[in-house]
T-cell receptor, first 112, second 115 residues
Framework: TQLLEQSPQFLSIQEGENLTVYCNSS?????LQWYRQEPGEGPVLLVT?????EVKKLKRLTFQFGDARKDSSLHITAAQPGDTGLYLC????????????FGKGTMLLVSP | DAGVIQSPRHEVTEMGQEVTLRCKPI?????LFWYRQTMMRGLELLIY????????DSGMPEDRFSAKMPNASFSTLKIQPSEPRDSAVYFC?????????????FGPGTRLTVL
């Protein structure tokens, strides 16, 4: 059973468009992380959200943690080809230090 | 600072052969994780170490898989004998206990193809 469900699985858009991808769970998480994985590379951490309702911005990327801490979204404004990659959300399995569970990711392709 | 280093980057082998994947974590990190990534199953945790000690290997698919961490700066994942269904990208990641939210730092991965 996948604890974190991501949607859509695949998204192909033109440069300049806006988009939102989602990460949902039936479980409450103390925090959620978003990673981006470029082709041929490992995932790289973008942001960690820790408070219900929290919004964090990273240039054109806006991350939101749901009020109930069961979901998160990533919104990209004016997407660029450099945004192409696999976007993964991840959360700790238990309180305290523990392993992470990852969603299967959203593959984003931004065409010029 | 050097990130997590993995070798080789690509490995092509024939069914039945032994495969050894290598990882050097970030200096000072005390956790090391081995993952496998496939299209069907996504990123799966195979095993992780804390201070060189294996903590949880419940994700290791079969006895054909084994992992060691002889010291703080080196770990190996071995598959013997390899099978075509082992074809995947294998990632090593490291983190440190002082991190607030278990952030992990990934290597570039080893793409394994078993023919």
């Amino acid at each position: 059973t996948q604890l974190l469900e991501q949607s859509p699985q695949f998204l192909s858009i033109q440069e300049g468009e806006n988009l939102t991808v989602y990460c949902n769970s039936s479980s409450v998480f103390s925090s959620l992380q978003w990673y981006r994985q470029e082709p041929g590379e490992g995932p790289v951490l973008l942001v960690t959200v820790v408070t219900g309702g929290e919004v964090k911005k990273l240039k054109r990327l806006t991350f939101q943690f749901g009020d109930a801490r069961k979901d998160s979204s990533l919104h990209i404004t004016a997407a660029q080809p450099g945004d192409t990659g696999l976007y993964l959300c991840a959360g700790p399995m238990n309180s305290g230090y523990s392993t992470l569970t990852f969603g299967k990711g959203t593959m984003l392709l931004v065409s010029p | 600072d050097a990130g997590v280093i993995q070798s080789p980057r690509h490995e092509v082998t024939e069914m039945g052969q032994e495969v050894t994947l290598r990882c050097k974590p970030i200096s000072g990190h005390d956790y090391l994780f081995w993952y496998r990534q496939t299209m069907m199953r996504g990123l799966e945790l195979l095993i992780y170490f804390n201070n060189n000690v294996p903590i949880d290997d419940s994700g290791m698919p079969e006895d054909r898989f084994s992992a060691k961490m002889p010291n703080a700066s080196f770990s190996t994942l071995k598959i013997q004998p390899s099978e075509p269904r082992d074809s995947a990208v294998y990632f090593c990641a490291s983190s440190f206990e002082g991190s607030s939210y278990n952030e992990q730092f990934f290597g570039p991965g080893t793409r394994l193809t078993v023919l």
